[in-house]
């Protein structure tokens, strides 16, 4: 019997098959296993541990890119589960785009993961699917555009927020290739290219909250839109 893939995302990633996908790196190099995890953790505080909440704050450069490392969580984790219920009738043209972006943004997120060393957010942030039917052409790419254009706005609202020009360069290009995504799903749906705008992290996470089920608490980062 067929399970339903909606109902995967009402419980935490559990099963050994989750929890080996979230411990190893979708390209063959292996990610800290989770007893490495436990004790990098607790020799580097400033590592913040899973939780019901995380804060974002954009005082400070790191709670920026906490807040670009929040949105490649999504990203990835919303690739994945795409990938674990292909929907029905995909072209091949379309599998080969969706593989694509997922092994670019689950790259994305590793090496935020591993340059983000001052006050990292939890690496297993929480989300949730409950509204899409993954096995609907229709439904599931919805999402991914949703997902796709707002992350892509995410970003590129980071950039105001940052100073340092290496932090300036390594957004810009995180933006850049989230530009092309929403692109390239929008076109699977027949519509033009995207246009990226700068919205603000409040506006994001508005666009974005029915995906989080972890809350991300977002902190002086000026007046929301």
């Known amino acids: 019997m067929r399970h ?5 995302s009402a419980t935490r990633l559990t099963t050994r098959r989750e929890f080996l996908r979230r411990s190893v790196h979708v390209t063959g190099v292996a990610l800290l296993a989770p007893v490495a995890l436990s004790a990098l953790s607790a020799c ?5 541990g899973p939780g019901g909440s995380t804060t974002l704050d954009f005082a400070h450069e790191f709670g920026v890119l906490n807040y670009v490392y929040a949105l490649s969580q999504l990203e990835a984790d919303m690739y994945d589960r795409v990938r674990l219920y292909w929907y029905v ?9 969706l593989q694509s972006e997922y092994f670019e943004v689950y790259d994305q997120k590793y090496t935020l993961q591993t340059t983000q060393k001052t006050q990292r957010i939890t690496d297993f942030l929480m989300f949730d699917y409950s509204t ?7 439904s599931s790419l919805g999402m991914v555009k949703t997902i796709a254009e707002a992350t892509a706005n995410g ?5 105001t927020y940052l100073t340092t020009q290496e932090t300036r360069d390594q957004v810009t290009t995180i ?8 692109t390239a799903v929008r076109a699977m749906l027949g519509q033009g290219a995207f246009t990226p705008v ?23 980062a000026g007046a929301s839109a």
């Open 175 to 182: 933006a850049d290739a989230a530009t092309v995504r929403a």
């Open 89 to 97: 009738g995909m072209l091949a043209s379309e599998r080969s785009t």
């Open 132 to 138: 899409v039917n993954f096995l609907d052409r229709a």
């Open 198 to 220: 700068a919205a603000t992290p409040q506006a994001t996470m508005t666009a974005l909250s029915a995906f989080y089920r972890t809350k991300l608490t977002i902190i002086n």
């Open 155 to 159: 970003y590129a609202g980071a950039l």
């Open 44 to 48: 580097n505080s400033d590592v913040t």
């Open 4 to 8: 339903d893939p909606t109902l995967l």
